[in-house]
């Protein structure tokens, strides 16, 4: 319970420790004048692309853009000017190179490097002519190598040394890696409970022993994160549509012995899950996310970050992802997020939160949707708080309630390259480098295209790229 | 007591197991690359230096990506290898799963649900090797202990001839090889090289030097440890 309070607070900390100064439109700002860098191609780039650490101290290509941009105004810079100017300032410091690196900045923006960071530059991946390698093709696709890692990533254990005979002889091992992927995702090790599924669940989720509901229950019930778990699972299994972990109005129930996942039915035992199907989201309006996100807050601004952190990889507390919506915030419930070091964050997220406000969390009645929340259980939470509206507003776009909210976020770029992005890490070992930046965009671009937003299928892709099959 | 007696071998095979990994895993090129495949079974040559021919090195990787099995991994690739069940492959006092309980974190897995840690560190800590080869020794104990005590089970260690007094009858013998063939193809996807068959023959014979008791029994485990706990088993 402590962990839960603490990870609320030093949510609220974070956000309410913005700094003074700051311009929260410059990424998309940038991103106008760049829509190509890859920086924007999913969304905008954070803070860090021209400040160091939290702004407002810039790094070097921070300040060698500042120093371009209307240099005889006084500051601070208001938002219009700022906008009207940047596109003349960064084509005056294209060519120059902040950071020394030995790259232009213009080159580091559109290979999706940092320019104002020395160790972040786009390398060219070469081949090594030195000598040979008898066990590992360097410099070329490796089916055997690729064998291998299919095997490990997603069965969970080496090939044999007979299954690796066979595969030596099989006449297209480009059919064989395929049949042995399929295979593998029908596993215990990918599906099963604590599989590898699962384990990509678990930022989103942020299970609690303790308060959990039902099977393998703590002492203080108030949830069942294994609903959680099957649904994010049955979304990203046998091509099912992964936008459902967003815009899902049903449950999954899970069978073991193998494990399998099914949708619902009346009789089936999921948890205690209070939302009536019309204003269900998926994950985000499951009892244990309302449980833990929501709590006891009026405006849950807690649910709609981890909800943007989850499936958009647009963290806020880092500065991701801001849009700021005009007018805000407004500040419903009084907390002081109109300050200038607050409104740089709260003028993106709290038009995010509205449509979070009739979900109960550990007010009224736990878990549900109640119209007259605010109403009846925040009503002194701020002079003016029972107007707050439902609708609000994500990533730009004005959505009526949570299910548009869903809706728009799971017909994004941002939810396809973040879904795309945690199975590159998870078989990858790290985030798409620069170098690999044209592979990971073809994918997520499939992967909404004609993959029609299956993950199995975004698999089978990503296993025949350079960046998984050259050693 | 016995820890202790493995502590001298442990160091030798710990050299010869980086040998091992060097021969098969991509490594630096040209005079500057550093470590070269040793031509004469020995350890590191550096051909600025050491004034013999020295056989091409191996092509490096551009892309320098290899990654630690972890905990789940580990275990299933070290049950596959030995023949043991899973579950079986280590337990802290007799009871408790190295992998998936009590070393889970140090071998790179989570533990979402009790300590909220929902990702694993991305890098090794200081206790994943030790964590790593406390499994890998365990495991091989029970695979050495099962194979030379006969029987059709006998999966890696078979039909070695070993004496009253626990020293191996002829080292140079075929069951030998045999069974070093067996360890490297079922443990790496590939048979031994001479070099490697002859460095774990060699270990047989500094085993048996420093007398003690039950010689081939220590030599089998420590070439499982030594073969299952190098680089190149451990990374993919």
Known sequence: MNRLLFGALGSALVLFAAPASAKPIAPSALCDVYPESPACSAGVPGCAFCHAGTPPPRNDFGSMLEAQLLPAAPRPLSDADFRGALGTALQAVEQMDADGDGVPNLTEIMAGTMPGDANSFPKELGCDEGGTNPNYDVCNFDPKFVFKKVSLDFCGRSPTWDEMQAFERAPDAKAALHETLTRCLDTEFWIGQDGQLWKLAHNKIKPLQAIKAGEDSGPIPLGDYYDDYGLFVYSQMDDHDAREVLTADFFVSRKKNPTRYEVAGPSDPIGDQGVATEFRAGMLTTRWNLVLNTMFTAVPRTAAAQAMRSFLGMDIARLEGLVPVEGEPIDWDEKGVTAEACAVCHSTLDPATYPFKNYQGLTGSIGTYDPNRIQDDFRNEGANITSMPEAGVLMGVPVANLMEWASVAANSDAFAAATVKDYWKLTMGHAPSPEEQAEFQALWQAFRGRHNYGVEKMLHQLIETEAYGVP | ?236
């Open chain 2, 1 to 236: 007591m016995f820890l202790e007696r493995l502590t001298l071998p442990l160091l030798a095979v710990g050299l010869m197991a980086g040998c091992t990994a060097s021969e098969v895993t991509p490594q630096p090129t040209g005079a500057d690359g550093g470590i070269n495949q040793p031509s004469d079974g020995g350890g590191v040559n550096n051909p600025s230096d050491s004034g013999v021919d020295v056989p091409p090195a191996f092509a490096k990787s551009e892309r320098l990506n290899l990654r630690f099995k972890r905990d789940i991994r580990l275990r299933n690739d070290v049950a596959q290898t030995l023949g043991i069940d899973p579950a079986d492959v280590c337990t802290e006092l007799g009871q408790y799963h190295c992998t998936d309980f009590v070393h889970t974190v140090s071998l790179g897995g989570v533990e979402p649900y009790t300590l909220g840690l929902t990702e694993a560190f991305a890098n090794t800590t200081v206790t994943t090797p030790i964590a790593t080869e406390r499994v890998v020794l365990f495991a091989c104990e029970r695979r050495a202990d099962a194979d030379l005590a006969g029987g059709a089970a006998q999966v890696i260690f078979r039909d070695l001839d070993v004496a009253a007094d626990g020293k191996l009858q002829d080292v140079d013998a075929d069951a030998v090889a045999g069974s070093i063939d067996t360890l490297y193809k079922r443990a790496l996807l590939r048979p031994p090289t001479a070099t490697e068959v002859d460095h774990l023959r060699q270990l047989y014979r500094d085993i048996e030097a420093d007398n003690q008791p039950n010689p081939a029994r220590d030599w089998a485990i420590l070439s499982c440890f030594s073969v299952l706990s190098s680089m190149e088993s451990l990374f993919y």
